[in-house]
Every structure is written in structure tokens, then in C-alpha cells.
């Protein structure tokens, strides 16, 4: 093919400048803001903690669900009103 040393500087390139990258296991710190929240490891817990656990997730799931159903159902009530309003009831001046 006759590649060469091209190919071959490009890959020690990217070696070489490659980032170290530091999993969730790793990190000293770990932040905690609005999307994510302090990790937690559920394989070193009790039964007990983990059955708490639990319940907690269900709980969270069931408020940021039932927050997106009543924003989605408003935002989609005032979309319709508006639309109906545009079309059935205002009118242009001639």
C-alpha cells in the first residue's frame, strides 16, 4: 500500500495526545449539581439501606414524572388555545 511512516506518526499522534479519562470510581470530588445527583454505591449496602434506596429512586421517579405530565399538558393547552384563537376568532383588518 505504501503507507509509510504517514499512518504510522499519525497513530503515535494520537497516542500520544490522548487524555486520561477518570471514571465515576476514581473522582475525589463529586459534584453535585442539578441534573446528577452524589453517586451512590448500591452493591456495598445493607438490605436494609438498599430496600430505602429504592423506595427513594420510586419516589423520585414518580415526582419528575408527574411534574412532566402537568407542564407537558399545560404547555400543550395554551399551544391549542392559541391556535384556535387564530384561526376561529381573529381577524384581519381589511
Excluded: C, W
Excluded at 499522534?13 to 475525589?28: A, C, G, P, Q, V
Amino acid at each position: 500500500m505504501g503507507f509509510g511512516g504517514s499512518v504510522h506518526s499519525m497513530i503515535t499522534s494520537l497516542k500520544n495526545n490522548k487524555r486520561s479519562r477518570k471514571t465515576i470510581f476514581e473522582k475525589d470530588i463529586i459534584e453535585n449539581n442539578g441534573a446528577y445527583s452524589k453517586f451512590t454505591d448500591s452493591k456495598k449496602m445493607s438490605p436494609i439501606e438498599f430496600k430505602i434506596f429504592q423506595e427513594k429512586l420510586k419516589e423520585n421517579r414518580r415526582n419528575s414524572r408527574r411534574r412532566f405530565l402537568i407542564v407537558f399538558t399545560v404547555s400543550l393547552t395554551l399551544v391549542l388555545a392559541v391556535l384556535i384563537y387564530f384561526l376561529f376568532y381573529f381577524k384581519l383588518p381589511v
